[in-house]
């Protein structure tokens, strides 16, 4: 298995941990997060050497994520698994299943590029790479059906974590957030480049949220120590006063729980917040080049997951130059004193977690097995 970023790491633990209920023994090496080492995953490289994003962030690592890249092709070759499952991380994924597939190696693809938002072509590619497709979202498996690719609907895994009603009160005890305050989460990226680009526009826009709101404190979830460090360095960078801020290394559920807003950069994390119930303003800034080209190939008229299954502009985003400091913070305010917006999303929250509540993990564990299956009947022959 392949999990290059946080995310991946989320979705591919109780993969394993469904396979090994169903497959005993079953050993999983590979690339991985804590969750899956956890699970009693093997990791050959961090995965944190592969959780870059952008074209612009991509070539400056193109090398060694390449070299990565070619070293476990190598030894997938050589070890020659029952089966690959490369989980999200596409444009490092899809190369290494194609040539493991090629090889007579099952190579099964979890989450599907974002085929439908633009560069359609890339749904060809996906066809090329592997053996199966596991896809959280129901409107994707007809683009792969339409051009005969073995597609699995599986759900979203969060949709099954998070709970329908989460308890908001007692979130807001474990973190020890101050009682009779707005809460806002900032969920600023989990990646450095990410955080390169906005976790000044978050900190800056959170100032100015508080000269409006008095009454108003906010919590930030990171997910490693560099991303932390960075956050916590854009704080005392723009101090221009105190800043009620809960700083967490984590718990970016019980954050999104805790929360009666949101200000989240648009990815994985948009969807947790739509599953939370929580109201979001969804933000987005990369490196210039990055944003030009992703500029001209972008055919839906947003990117928010929570946006992608309302069909609509249910969610406001700020992106690129628009995510300005001033911006963010009028978005947010905004938000705060239109409730009906806010019941309008939390509404379609509703709809949304239902839709995605499969049993995700269990469904894609029989997909897999159903692949081996396949294989060794198609061996016996």
């Not at 941990?17 to 009693?40: D, Q, S, V």
């Amino acid at each position: 298995m392949v999990a290059g970023e946080a995310s991946g790491d989320l979705l591919a633990a109780p993969l394993i941990t469904a396979l090994k209920k169903r497959r005993n023994p079953i050993l999983f090496a590979g690339i991985g997060g804590p969750r899956m080492e956890a699970e009693g995953f093997e990791s050959h490289y961090p995965m944190e050497k592969l959780s870059v994003r952008g074209y612009a962030e991509v070539l400056r690592h193109y090398r060694e994520i390449m070299a990565i890249r070619r070293g476990i092709a190598k030894a997938l070759l050589a070890e020659r698994p029952d089966v690959f499952i490369g989980v999200d991380a596409s444009e490092f994924n899809l190369g290494l299943e194609r040539k493991l597939k090629e090889a007579g190696i099952p190579a099964i693809h979890y989450v599907s590029p974002q085929v439908w938002a633009w560069r359609g072509w890339r749904v060809h590619r996906v066809a090329r790479s592997v053996t199966r497709i596991l896809v959280m979202f129901p409107f994707e498996a007809p683009l792969y059906e339409k051009i005969g690719v073995p597609v699995t609907y599986v759900g979203h895994p969060l949709a099954d974590l998070i709970p329908l009603e989460p308890n908001k009160l007692e979130a807001r005890a474990a973190l020890r957030l101050p009682a009779g305050k707005l809460i806002v989460a900032l969920l600023p990226g989990s990646r450095r480049s990410e955080l390169h680009y906005m976790a000044s526009s978050f900190v800056l826009a959170a100032h100015r949220f508080r000269q409006e709101v008095h009454d108003v404190h906010f919590v930030c979830p990171t997910v490693t120590r560099d991303t932390r460090d960075m956050f916590e360095r854009a704080v005392h960078e723009h101090q221009r006063s105190d800043l009620p801020l809960t700083l967490l290394f984590g718990h970016s559920h019980e954050a999104l729980a805790a929360a009666d807003l949101a200000l989240v950069a648009s990815g994985t994390a948009t969807l947790e917040t739509a599953l939370f119930k929580t109201p979001m303003v969804i933000a987005y800034r990369q490196s210039p080049l990055t944003w030009a080209l992703m500029r001209a190939m972008l055919y839906l008229p947003y990117v928010g997951m929570p946006n992608v299954l309302a069909g609509e502009k249910l969610v406001p985003e700020l992106l690129q130059d628009e995510a300005s400091p001033a911006a963010l913070a009028g978005a947010l305010l905004t938000l705060l004193r239109d409730a009906a917006a806010q019941r309008r999303q939390i509404e379609r929250f509703h709809e949304f977690h239902h839709l995605l509540r499969q049993n995700a993990a269990e469904k894609a564990a029989d997909a897999v097995l159903e692949v081996l299956k396949n294989e060794a009947r198609l061996r016996r022959r």
